[in-house]
């Protein structure tokens, strides 16, 4: 109960705290995620692509929620994550691959909806918060996030995050 009370309580701060903008690079970010969230040390993550500078509370907040449902729903307990980015003048394409079991595409629009899991908290502790956090923040900066229905043997979220006019 208690972390669901504190999931809800960030949702609802979520755009303040983007107000106040610093940039980092993704790679860095994600390193910084990767260095909170536990079982991370059996998970290989590789980011390839252009070195990105994005705005870093609102990337972190994306990343957190992404690599962490990668590695607490993975079947295995061990695997992959692939950061694929590509960047051109209008926005970024930044997909999250993992190597778990996938995500049926019934539940795309609905793994984006507040308090939604497809397993039991008795099984998977969680909030249901994470997706639907990750896309109000990509919505705040007119982007979006899509499970991409095509990919096979995981789950594939795809980005885009727009470029901004403010100076990185």
């Not at 983007?18 to 970010?29: A, R, S, T």
């Not at 079982?39 to 994005?54: A, E, M, N, W, Y």
């Not at 061990?78 to 980015?85: A, D, K």
Request: glycine share 8%.
């Amino acid at each position: 109960m208690a972390t669901l009370l504190d999931d809800l309580l960030e949702y609802s701060r979520v755009q303040k705290c983007l107000e106040d903008e610093e940039w980092g690079y993704l790679d860095v970010v994600v390193d910084s995620v990767l260095s909170v969230i536990e079982q991370s040390d059996k998970f290989t993550v590789k980011v390839i692509g252009p070195r990105l500078k994005l705005p870093r509370v609102a990337f972190q907040i994306v990343a957190m929620n992404l690599i962490g449902n990668a590695i607490k729903h993975h079947h295995k307990g061990y695997g992959e994550i692939t950061i694929w980015v590509e960047a051109n003048p209008k926005g970024h394409q930044i997909s999250f691959i993992d190597d778990g079991p996938g995500i049926p595409v019934t539940y795309s629009k609905k793994i984006f909806e507040m308090f939604q899991t497809l397993q039991s908290r008795d099984v998977i502790e969680g909030s249901g918060m994470g997706l639907a956090l990750a896309k109000k923040v990509l919505e705040y900066y007119e982007g979006n996030i899509v499970l991409n229905s095509t990919h096979q043997n995981g789950a594939r979220f795809d980005l885009f995050w727009p470029t901004s006019n403010r100076k990185a």
